[in-house]
């Protein structure tokens, strides 16, 4: 990605992510409970194509947009770029920060667990 994606623009990413493609309108329908109307929706989906994580197609007289990026490829370079901003890339001290301030419950607690105990048997 070129440019930091605004939390407005990560709304709109996830309903692309959830069905596409998807004209402006049909963005905006589903985008209900945010109150948005088209124009806003279109200057979010042209951020969105000038960062490239958007791409779209047009048809006619209408634009069709779909997701650039997969959204397991976003998600990881969203949280490494959390992790090198707020902790200096320093995972010990992102997870102890968690795990302290009681962020995380028994459940998340175990799947991480779960998680390290996985990747110890396949070394």
């Known amino acids: 990605m070129s440019n930091r994606v605004s939390e ?3 709304i709109v990413m996830e309903v692309l992510w959830q069905e596409s493609p998807l004209t402006s309108l049909e963005v905006v329908d589903r985008l209900a409970e945010q109150s948005w109307n088209e124009k806003t929706v279109k200057t979010f989906l042209n951020r969105l194509v000038n960062k490239r994580v958007v791409a779209f ?3 006619g007289r209408r634009y069709l947009y779909s997701p650039a990026v997969e959204r397991s490829a976003f998600l990881r370079e969203e949280s490494t770029g959390f992790l090198n ?3 200096k890339g320093n995972m010990k001290e992102l997870l102890t920060t968690f795990v302290q301030n009681k962020q995380l419950s028994a459940e998340e607690l175990n799947y991480l667990k779960t998680l390290l105990d996985q990747d110890e048997t396949t070394k």
């Open 57 to 59: 197609e047009k048809q």
């Open 85 to 87: 901003k707020v902790f």
């Open 8 to 10: 407005s623009e990560k």
